[in-house]
C-alpha cells in the first residue's frame, strides 16, 4: 500500500526566506504526484502537478521535482511571503483513481 | 476553469439527523467525482468514488449503508450521511475530474469542503 510521508510536520520562517518542503512515497509506480495548498477550514488549492514522466514543474516561485526512483518530492518556495502561511499537501496518484494524500506541513512565514 | 462548489460549506445538527453534501462542477462536466474525509490534522482518505449513472465505488472500511452517494448528472454527485452521530463529524471534501481530459493522469479538481458537526 502507497504511504505518503512530510517533513517537516511545521515549519517557520522568516518572510523572505527561501524554504524547501519534503514529501516521500513508499512505491515508485505512480501516475503523477500533485502538491496543494490548505488554508484553515477550508478545501484544496492545487499548485503544480508532476507527471510520472517528468523531472519538475514551475510556477511563479514555485518549484516542484520530482525523483520516482527514490520516492521523492520537494516544494521549493522562493522569496516566502506572509500570504504563503497555509499547510502544503503533497498526494501522489496511483491507479485510475487514487490519490495517497500525505499529512502535510503546516507553513508559518512571519512577517 | 475547472470550478468544484460544495454545499453546504458547514453543518451543525443533532445526532441522528441525516445531511445531504452536494458536490457540483460548474463549468465542466465530470463523469467521476470522489469524496474524502479529514480529520484534524490528518490526512485526506478517500471514501468513495462516485460515477454518473452507476453506483459508487467505496474504499475499504467505508459503511455504504452509511454514506449514500448518488451522481445523478455530469455536474453533481450528493453524499448524504445517514443518522449521523458524534463520530461522523468530520470535513468532507469533494473533486472531480474533467471528462474533456479523460485520463487517470490528470489532476482531480477540489471543492471547499463541508465542515460536519453532530451534537
Known amino acids: 500500500k502507497q504511504e505518503v510521508t512530510q517533513i517537516p510536520a511545521a515549519l517557520s520562517v522568516p518572510e523572505g526566506e527561501n524554504l524547501v518542503l519534503n514529501c516521500s512515497f513508499t512505491?515508485?509506480?505512480?501516475?503523477?504526484l500533485q502538491w496543494f495548498r490548505q488554508d484553515p477550514g477550508k478545501g484544496l488549492t492545487s499548485l503544480l502537478l508532476?507527471?510520472?514522466?517528468?523531472r519538475e514543474q514551475t510556477s511563479g516561485r514555485l518549484n516542484a521535482s520530482l525523483d520516482k526512483s527514490s520516492g521523492r518530492s520537494t516544494l521549493y518556495i522562493a522569496a516566502s511571503q506572509p500570504g504563503d502561511s497555509a499547510t502544503y499537501l503533497c498526494a501522489v496518484g496511483v491507479g485510475a483513481n487514487n490519490l495517497f494524500f500525505g499529512t502535510g506541513t503546516r507553513l508559518t512565514v512571519i512577517p | 476553469g475547472a470550478v468544484v462548489s460544495q454545499h453546504p460549506s458547514r453543518v451543525i445538527c443533532k445526532s441522528g439527523t441525516s445531511v445531504k453534501i452536494e458536490c457540483r462542477s460548474l463549468d465542466f462536466q465530470a463523469t467521476t467525482m470522489f469524496w474524502y474525509r479529514q480529520f484534524p490534522k490528518k490526512s485526506l482518505m478517500l471514501m468513495a468514488t462516485s460515477n454518473e449513472g452507476s453506483k459508487a465505488t467505496y474504499e475499504q472500511g467505508v459503511e455504504k449503508d452509511k454514506f449514500l452517494i448518488n451522481h445523478a448528472s455530469l455536474t453533481l454527485s450528493t453524499l448524504t450521511v445517514t443518522s449521523a452521530h458524534p463520530e461522523d463529524s468530520s470535513f468532507y471534501i469533494c473533486s472531480a475530474r474533467d471528462r474533456a481530459t479523460g485520463v487517470s493522469n490528470q489532476p482531480q479538481h477540489f471543492g471547499d469542503g463541508t465542515r460536519l458537526s453532530i451534537l
Open positions: 512505491d515508485s509506480a505512480i501516475y503523477n
Open positions: 508532476i507527471q510520472s514522466s517528468q
